[in-house]
């Protein structure tokens, strides 16, 4: 079976511009998660959705960063615009009510 | 508000020996679960274990064995005879009653484990 799907692997972009992180969750997983690591805070929950609404986003840093969920195949997370310190791995999770999470490979983000 | 400390930053070990990682969890939940994942160098996240709040027995799975005190909030990971495949970050974390698939977790900061051989 396939597991969480990231895309892309890598990113790198510039400071000011709009960078987009795909997921696609487990088939059947109905909670999905996203995180975000960096040395200087470890892994974070920035947000989370049920049936592809958002449950709670208190995580989210500030509003350049947006999370969508259109299905239950796909979510996407936004920043617009990007900052270097945006620079971190951002990961993506899925599960059902009562499994643990799985994780998909991650984003690697750079900005310049 | 939940909390997970992992006092080791970086353990080093020869090949074969035993290792142990400590994890110290706060929670004002009387129902929670705690994890450990792993982060190979490629960087994904591999879950290994999930443990309720009401099972305390220790747990083995091959290599790999977990011991949950409630008493001392404390959930520790070893691995024994230790290999070098086994070099990872290693997290633990903790998730309230939804057993971490309705919540989010809460990460410690992981600890380094390095293998030499």
């Known amino acids: 079976d396939a597991g969480v799907i990231q895309s892309p692997r890598h990113e790198v972009t510039e400071m000011g511009q709009e960078v987009t992180l795909r997921c696609k969750p487990i088939s059947g997983h109905d909670y999905l998660f996203w995180y975000r690591q960096t040395m200087m805070r470890g892994l974070e929950l920035l947000i989370y959705?049920?049936?592809?609404?958002?449950?709670?986003d208190s995580g989210m840093p500030e509003d350049r960063f947006s999370a969508k969920m259109p299905n239950a195949s796909f979510s996407t997370l936004k920043i617009q615009p990007s900052e270097p310190r945006d620079s971190a791995v951002y990961f993506c999770a899925s599960s059902l009510m009562s499994s643990p999470q799985y994780f998909g490979a991650g984003t690697r983000l750079s900005v310049l | 508000a939940q909390k997970v400390t992992q006092a080791q930053t970086e353990i080093s070990v020869v090949e074969k020996e035993d290792v142990t990682l400590d994890c110290v969890y706060e929670t004002r939940d009387t129902t929670y679960y705690l994890f450990w994942y792993k982060q190979p160098p490629s960087g994904e996240l591999v879950f290994l274990i999930r443990r309720n709040s009401f099972d305390e027995q220790n747990e083995i799975s091959g290599r790999y064995s977990w011991n949950f005190q409630k008493s001392t909030s404390s959930f520790n990971f070893t691995i024994t005879a230790s290999q070098v495949v086994d070099s990872a970050v290693y997290f633990c974390?903790?998730?309230?009653?939804?057993?971490?698939?309705?919540?989010?977790?809460?990460f410690g900061k992981g600890t380094h484990l390095i293998i030499q051989p």
């Open positions: 959705f049920n049936n592809n609404v958002p449950i709670d």
């Open positions: 974390a903790l998730s309230g009653y939804s057993g971490g698939g309705a919540d989010g977790l809460t």
